[in-house]
């Protein structure tokens, strides 16, 4: 593992190694995740549904109910799915081998134990096929210490998203993992509308991609996928012309043609000198090549100057 100065790791995982644990894991965060759709108000390109990394995990952050707030958390430490309501009731679920059924099916009981009752579509998004919850036991793979380091990964990319995030004073997101694709994502935003996008995500209707989509953008983030390792990803919508001939840093950074995205391998990070600085020059350059076609870029972006006439 590459330690940074901030005493975070980036690890070694092969995808390869522990795909069925991933998509294992995808099948739950969508299960935890559509009870964040089915309660939190709607917000903008969807900015209600994705979770959040933790200092344990992943978490859907509070969420109204029947008797005031919950929560869920991924622990990722423990090993453990943590329920807890604003009452002090809690249920805790052991994460471990099982299938997306049973799993399913505990949380459905412990949220009726909690006095929490919440219908959602219970079925998966944006994979194909797309078997209703209930029903897979097909995904039922868990191992605890692949689980725990695709964590570490996470916490490591949000970090260094979020310190990018921070040199931007336009309409952005959050940074959030988005549990449709199973990504750890981060946009920004130009201002002006955007064309209506034409869909196509398995399983998933085409309005719900127009409501993503409905302003131009610049979205980067880490997916568990792409390369041996991961790999971190930008795109734009919509592409600018030439946006993918656009020079990029670091030059082992390439646009992937087949999905539209510019792709950095995890393992060129996580073996960099400075993997915090890689990551950083892939972010800005994508953004760059987005961005420079005609994004008011002066007034969207802080400036120190200003920062200083500030204070």
């Known amino acids: 593992m590459r330690s940074t100065a901030t005493g975070e790791h980036w690890p070694a995982l092969e995808v390869a190694e522990w795909a069925d644990t991933r998509d294992t894991l995808h099948m739950w965060t969508q299960i935890i995740g559509k009870l964040r759709l089915a309660r939190a108000p709607a917000v903008n390109h969807w900015w209600h549904v994705p979770l959040y990394v933790s200092a344990r995990g992943l978490t859907t952050s509070a969420i109204p109910c029947e008797h005031g707030m919950f929560d869920i958390e991924f622990d990722f430490i423990d090993h453990q799915l943590h329920i807890r309501t604003s009452t002090g009731a809690r249920h805790r679920i052991n994460l471990e081998p099982k299938s997306v059924a049973a799993f399913y099916a505990e949380v459905t009981a412990a949220l009726h134990a909690l006095g929490i009752d919440i219908d959602i579509l219970a079925r998966p998004v944006e994979v194909d096929p797309a078997i209703p919850f209930a029903e897979d036991t097909t995904h039922a793979t868990y191992d605890r210490d692949h ?24 309409k952005a997101s959050p940074v959030h993992f988005f549990w449709g694709a199973m990504d750890l994502a981060y946009t920004r935003f130009s201002g002006r509308p955007a064309p209506p996008h034409p869909g196509g995500a398995p399983n998933c209707a085409d309005w719900v991609m127009v409501e993503g989509y409905s302003h131009e953008l610049a979205s980067t983030g880490f997916w568990p996928g792409g390369s041996a390792e991961g790999s971190f990803y930008a795109y734009a919508y919509p592409e600018p012309d030439g946006y993918a001939e656009t020079p990029i840093r670091p030059e082992a950074g390439y646009y992937d043609p087949d999905v539209h995205e510019f792709l950095l391998p995890y393992e060129v990070v996580r073996t960099a000198d400075d993997p915090d600085t890689t990551v950083l020059e892939f972010l800005r350059s994508t953004y760059e090549a987005a961005a420079d076609p005609g994004w008011d870029r002066e007034n969207l972006e802080a400036r120190p100057a200003r920062r200083t006439s500030a204070d």
């Open 147 to 170: 689980a725990h380091d695709f964590w570490r990964q996470l916490l490591a990319a949000d970090r260094v998203l979020n310190r990018f995030r921070a040199s931007f004073v336009g």
